[in-house]
């Protein structure tokens, strides 16, 4: 028997929604103010998540535990797999000791931290987010900076931060194919008017990320190299998103934020250095994470053009797969090759979306997709094992560094499951459904608090395509009762989200796992929080002035 959602069981508005926000309440208090430890903190949510949808929203048991097991599946494979993957190929470099020439060269680009820090987390790993999303860049721009010598809650933390700018364009364009076929809004509409919203953030992130490190005495010392990266990576975010489409933004403009940064570096070097990392002084707000030195070190070791060639190699073959890895046309072959679809029996089409969350009654699918040759994480194995054999690892080495790093990532890999098993059973009761509703209540305020709600819908799924699906359609129907453009709200929904990434449970266990930062998700988390809030916050200022002060900015323009 079908299962409609209910989005107000208690008959009363205000408890239904407190109810309905206990899980995310229990996961991220137990997280950031308890202290637990991640994977009891997520099945703690779990749990009050399972029993607000059993006994408050009336979803029959049997379909709450399938959605929770549906949702661990969806964390192990693809999620975890992504994890697994890019940790073992960074401790395979590690142990053979090119890690050490990979960081030698890199500072001799430049052996400023800041610089270093921009040149890693915002422009490279914009690159990731671009290629491949879910997790990847999170994962790769920790690996490196924690072997940069960045303590771990500043690696984990910084780069949650700067991985925010790109998400919307992440993975070659899904949240905004998504958003596209759930709203039915023009897909080069919906690219251009997230490209009228972003670019603004693109340039402000970079300044932020250093200033969250370096603090405001840091940050302008080195103003002019910040500035080149956001610009040079917002020019071509706007004209790509607003001329071509949503598939190439990050990608391009990566290339070319990463490209002029470097030229720029060539040309320029600040008149402080700032090379010391004191792993005691992130908390302190004056300063940032890092202690500044004023003393320029020695020049770093000269390697043989030889062994740098062969410490970047596989970090080159890594981008290259994860990029092919990420095309429509090689994930189509790949998936031609062999899949797997798991059709949830007992949920699969069996619990209805109702309105006004949805225009009219829509069954959600629940169809598992093995598609184990075309996940990201495939990619990233074989790019490690031919970059093992081409750096000349061992048969032998690989396996016994593959089997350390899934026996460091155990429990991570328990809390990513219990974190998606959370995100679904909240989405197939409608949990976070009847949140949406509350904030499409706020009337006037609604473009604000529209935006907040794409932050909160990537907070609880991990995802901003995930977000778009879940909210896409409401942001359509809520601004079309106000009049506001619908294009407009359901491109806030996605730029909004893309602040919810920093605080998302399964970012921060990808940050915490990439940087051997165990069982300090919390400290993350609280580090992260007041940068996700206060960024969202204006993403929904700008586009509030989008729809009442600067309308113009906010129509549509034919392509």
Request: proline fraction near 6%.
């Amino acid at each position: 028997m079908v299962w409609s959602q209910i989005y107000d069981p208690l008959s009363n508005p205000w408890l239904s929604t407190l109810v309905a926000g206990l899980p995310v309440v229990v996961l991220l208090g137990a997280l950031g103010i308890f202290r637990v430890k991640a994977h009891w903190a997520a099945l703690l949510g779990l749990v009050v998540a399972l029993a607000a949808a059993i006994f408050v929203f009336r979803m029959p048991a049997s379909m709450a535990g399938k959605t929770a097991l549906f949702g661990a599946a969806f964390g192990l494979l693809p999620i975890g797999w992504i994890i697994l993957n890019i940790i073992f190929l960074y401790r395979l470099t590690e142990r053979l000791g090119l890690f050490k020439v990979l960081q030698d060269s890199i500072s001799g680009i430049t052996d400023d931290r800041r610089l270093q820090l921009l040149l890693i987390a915002f422009c490279f790993g914009a690159f990731f987010e671009g290629a491949a999303g879910f997790g990847t860049p999170v994962a790769v721009t920790g690996a490196i900076l924690i072997g940069l010598g960045f303590s771990p809650l500043a690696a984990s933390g910084l780069s949650l931060i700067a991985n925010t700018a790109p998400v919307a364009y992440g993975a070659l364009g899904s949240p905004v194919l998504a958003l596209a076929a759930v709203t039915g809004l023009p897909l080069l509409d919906l690219s251009a008017m997230i490209g009228r919203q972003l670019p603004v953030f693109s340039v402000i992130v970079p300044f932020w990320l250093i200033v969250a490190f370096a603090g405001w005495r840091g940050t302008l010392q080195i103003w002019p190299a910040i500035l080149v990266a956001g610009v040079s990576f917002a020019i071509p975010q706007f004209l790509i998103s607003n001329f071509h489409g949503p598939w190439l933004v990050d990608v391009v403009a990566s290339l070319i934020s990463m490209g002029c940064l470097a030229l720029f570096l060539k040309l320029w070097q600040p008149e402080t250095i700032w090379t010391s990392l004191d792993r005691d002084a992130v908390a302190a707000a004056n300063v940032g994470a890092a202690a500044v030195s004023d003393v320029r070190p020695p020049p770093p070791p000269r390697h043989p053009a030889a062994q740098v060639r062969r410490a970047w190699l596989p970090w080159i073959v890594l981008s290259v797969l994860v990029f092919l890895w990420g095309l429509p046309q090689v994930k189509a072959f790949l998936d031609g090759l062999s899949i797997f679809r798991l059709p949830i029996e007992g949920l699969n089409n069996m619990v209805q979306r109702v309105p006004p969350v949805v225009a009219k009654p829509t069954p959600e699918a629940a169809v598992y997709v093995f598609n184990w040759l075309s996940m990201t994480g495939t990619g990233i194995l074989i790019s490690a094992v031919i970059s093992g054999i081409l750096i000349g690892a061992s048969l032998r080495e690989m396996v016994v560094v593959y089997w350390e790093t899934l026996v460091r990532v155990r429990y991570s890999l328990l809390t990513i499951a219990a974190m998606l098993a959370l995100g679904f059973t909240t989405r197939y009761s409608g949990e976070d459904a009847t949140l949406g509703l509350a904030f499409a209540q706020t009337g006037v305020l609604y473009p604000f608090f529209g935006a907040l709600l794409g932050w909160i819908g990537v907070a609880l799924t991990g995802s901003d395509t995930a977000s778009n699906v879940l909210f896409g359609s409401l942001q359509r129907i809520s601004s079309e009762q106000l009049g506001l453009s619908p294009t407009l709200m359901g491109a806030a929904n996605s730029s909004g989200g893309v602040m919810g990434k920093m605080i998302d449970a399964q970012s921060i266990v990808v940050a915490a796992t990439a940087t051997n930062y165990h069982g300090q998700e919390g400290v993350i988390l609280r580090y992260v929080f007041f940068h996700s809030i206060a960024l969202a916050c204006l993403v929904g200022i700008l586009v509030t002035l989008q729809a009442y002060v600067w309308p113009f900015t906010g129509m549509v323009v034919g392509h």
